[in-house]
């Protein structure tokens, strides 16, 4: 399974936009990037995906880097309530195997 | 829609002796997967079911746990002695099978079961 490389953990203001860095230099190219948070006390969310071209949804944007060795998830307008472990996840195309790193810790200040 | 079930939310055990736990995924997911995640850890998927035939349980360690999915709806895991190393949040989660058009290659998972082993 390719590796994913994430800090350890961030900190962001409420109501500020916050980006998320994901470096996976080794990936394929049948390679989906996924991202799942994981709240307090809660299983894993799953977030965002995406394969080439960059994603948005309600939740967030991802942003892939043309040669795709790194991602960006961003946050457009972070809330108290975003505050979780945010895992960055490599899943093969054809596989629905997921393989958590220990992701980064996102904390909101008020 | 209801989410994933999973019951007790937290056991309390003394080592060696046996716990299960007990999953109901998402009605019409026919993929279901177990995770153990050891505190300060990602989750690691134990176990994954499709309908109620095994796919992966390359780690599950089978001397102790086991995982069955009888009519390929809920499911139970079960830990037969218990270790002290046992203690982790262990997590179920369901999705569609990879391929079908609804299956968006998401996971959707419960809240867990907190077991700790004294």
């Known amino acids: 399974d390719a590796k994913t490389t994430q800090p350890n953990s961030m900190e962001s203001n409420e109501e500020e936009p916050v980006h998320l860095p994901c470096n996976h230099s080794?990936?394929?190219?049948?390679?989906?990037i996924h991202w799942y948070r994981q709240l307090p006390s809660q299983g894993p969310e799953y977030v965002i995906h995406?394969?080439?071209s960059n994603v948005n949804n309600r939740m967030a944007s991802l942003a892939i880097a043309e040669d795709r060795k790194s991602s960006t998830l961003i946050l457009h307008r972070a809330t108290l309530r975003d505050a979780a472990v945010y895992y960055c996840i490599l899943r093969r195309q054809g596989a629905q195997k997921l393989v958590f790193g220990q992701g980064t810790r996102l904390t909101i200040n008020p | 829609e209801a989410g994933v079930a999973q019951s007790p939310r937290y056991k309390i055990i003394e080592k060696r002796q046996s716990v299960a736990f007990w999953c109901n995924p998402i009605s019409g997911h026919a993929t279901l997967y177990w995770y153990q995640q050891i505190l300060g850890q990602g989750p690691k998927l134990l176990i994954q079911f499709q309908n109620n035939g095994v796919v992966d349980d390359s780690q599950l360690p089978k001397d102790r746990f086991s995982a069955e999915r009888l009519k390929g709806v809920d499911s139970t895991l079960k830990i037969q002695p218990a270790k002290l190393e046992d203690s982790a949040v262990y997590l179920c989660?369901?999705?569609?099978?990879?391929?079908?058009?609804?299956?968006?290659?998401?996971?959707?998972f419960g809240a867990g079961t907190r077991l700790s082993v004294l």
């Open positions: 989660a369901s999705s569609f099978p990879l391929g079908q058009v609804l299956a968006k290659n998401i996971q959707y």
């Open positions: 080794t990936i394929s190219g049948t390679d989906y």
């Open positions: 995406g394969l080439t």
